[in-house]
């Protein structure tokens, strides 16, 4: 396993060489953390109008991550709509048994980062597009 | 070996003095946060008002002092101290009734007299002994493993290696969603302890927490940016480990755990939404899992189980409630503790 592997490697001790950085990286985001505290003190996140059952608002929107699924189940039937990050998300979890090959070069890299980009792209196109319709 | 685990992993005496003092700084601040700003001071009424104008306002340390300056007069000779105000056990005549002062006094001169009273041990010690202060540190790890033998295992966790082509900034994002779950769930039970989840009281809950309680904005902020940020960092791994094929055998299982929790997390967001209980909590849920009812075959039950029953009412908010601080964690949990022991048995994956 991971012992195994390792010895022809340059490596660092996880004490206190690894643990110092991740450290520093937990401090950082403590202090990110502490001024989005003070700016929340100075702007508070606050309410809408509390919740009435029989009155619905003009424009109803999901929070931003679910902004581009609701912006394609309006072209797109129902069912279908449904259907298609469900059967994403499966595809998404199973992929390493749909894509086994062994890789030999930075080839394969590539091509998977330019399908993230285009994913990324199209998904971030769609949930602006749904946060502004 | 052991004198090296009881190493701090700071160099210089400056750099250990601003870690205490920042620790120390850090309990303080704490204590001084997060309390309801009511109106502290008792309500005065008039028999109180008339016995402090008659008797001498004096605490009742002063008092025993002036007694215990006579003679031939024991503590218990003398009368018990007069009828007082009893802000005054705690609290110097005239100064702001804050229910944290006595606290902060009792920390701050109490940890400094702790530290004098070490410092005379330890300078006596090395005086009579004539021998070299061995570290505290050192010590508790000796104590520790003269009982329990933890030397060997404990050396293999903190000395594990960490290869050098794992200590790029995109390897760190996994372990940035892991700490960002924490700041959650910390500042969750910090709202948890305000919020009151029924229709009637969610919204004035919420306006309390962000009005009424010390640094409530400052937490409800933290919590709500947090998970925005959360749910970002968590895919930006997974888009990390996807892009550099680390799924690939033997990691596949570590993966699934991934899809797994990045669901979780979308689950934690859509939960908590709904909490508020205003108008787009409200409507939005409505929406969304109207969404749910239309998966063909499971599609009603799922609404159901959703909202229990036809329409989203207080009973969806119990459920999402308990969904929000007690399922989805424990789940969650669950499968980071999983997602964590598969990365350190099987170690980073090698980059082409």
């Not at chain 1, 109803?60 to 072209?75: C, H, N």
């Not at chain 2, 997060?34 to 009424?45: D, E, I, K, M, R």
């Not at chain 2, 609290?91 to 006595?102: M, V």
């Not at chain 2, 791994?237 to 991934?258: C, D, Q």
Request: hydrophobic share 50%; with cysteine.
């Amino acid at each position: 396993m991971s012992h195994e592997h390792l010895e022809n490697e340059e490596t660092i001790p996880f004490f206190p060489d690894q643990f110092m950085r991740e450290f520093r990286v937990v401090i950082g985001i403590v202090v990110i953390a502490v001024i989005i505290g003070v700016l929340g003190m100075i702007n508070p996140v606050g309410l809408e109008d509390p919740a009435d059952p029989f009155n619905t608002p003009a424009h109803v929107k999901p929070e931003w991550y679910f902004l581009g699924l609701y912006q394609l189940l309006k072209f797109v039937p129902k069912t279908t709509g449904v259907l298609i990050p469900i059967v994403g998300v499966v595809i998404l979890a199973l992929w390493p048994f749909l894509d086994r090959k062994k890789e030999t070069s930075r080839k394969p890299m590539k091509v998977r980062a330019l399908v993230v980009a285009i994913g990324m792209i199209i998904l971030i196109a769609l949930t602006i597009w749904g946060g502004v319709s | 070996m052991r004198k090296q685990l009881g190493r701090l992993p700071i160099h210089g005496s400056l750099q250990k003095v601003f870690l205490f003092s920042f620790i120390l700084t850090t309990i303080l601040l704490a204590s001084l946060t997060f309390h309801v700003l009511a109106n502290q001071s008792p309500p005065q009424n008039q028999l109180s008002a008339s016995t402090s104008a008659q008797t001498p306002s004096l605490t009742s340390v002063e008092y025993l002092l002036k007694n215990s300056l006579q003679p031939q007069r024991s503590i218990s000779a003398t009368l018990p101290p007069p009828k007082q105000d009893p802000c005054l056990h705690c609290h110097i005549t005239g100064e702001n009734k804050n229910l944290w002062t006595p606290l902060a006094r009792w920390a701050i001169f109490g940890t400094m007299g702790l530290i004098f009273a070490f410092g005379m041990y330890r300078t006596g010690s090395v005086i009579l002994n004539r021998k070299t202060w061995k570290p505290l540190t050192n010590r508790t790890v000796e104590w520790v493993d003269e009982r329990y033998e933890i030397s060997e295992p404990l050396t293999k966790v903190l000395r594990k290696p960490v290869p050098k082509y794992a200590l790029r900034w995109f390897y760190c994002l996994g372990g940035i969603t892991a700490f960002l779950f924490v700041v959650q769930g910390v500042t969750g039970i910090m709202l948890a302890f305000y919020y009151k989840p029924t229709p009637e009281a969610a919204y004035a809950s919420i306006q309390f927490i962000e009005t009424q309680v010390r640094f409530g904005a400052a937490i409800r902020a933290i919590h709500h940016w947090a998970a925005n940020g959360m749910i970002i960092m968590c895919t930006a791994h997974m888009l990390r480990v996807f892009i550099m094929g680390a799924y690939k055998n033997p990691r596949e299982m570590n993966w699934v755990s991934g899809v797994l929790l990045l669901v979780l997390t979308l689950a934690f967001g859509f939960t908590g939404y709904l909490l508020p209980w205003d108008q787009r909590a409200f409507w939005a849920t409505t929406v969304g899992s109207e969404i749910a009812g239309s998966i063909p075959i499971i599609g009603n039950l799922a609404l159901v189980f959703l909202r229990v029953g036809w329409n989203v009412t207080g009973e969806t908010l119990s459920r999402f409630y308990a969904l929000h601080v007690i399922i989805i964690p424990i789940l969650t949990v669950t499968f980071m503790f999983s997602h964590f022991l598969m990365v350190r048995r099987q170690g980073v994956m090698r980059p082409l």
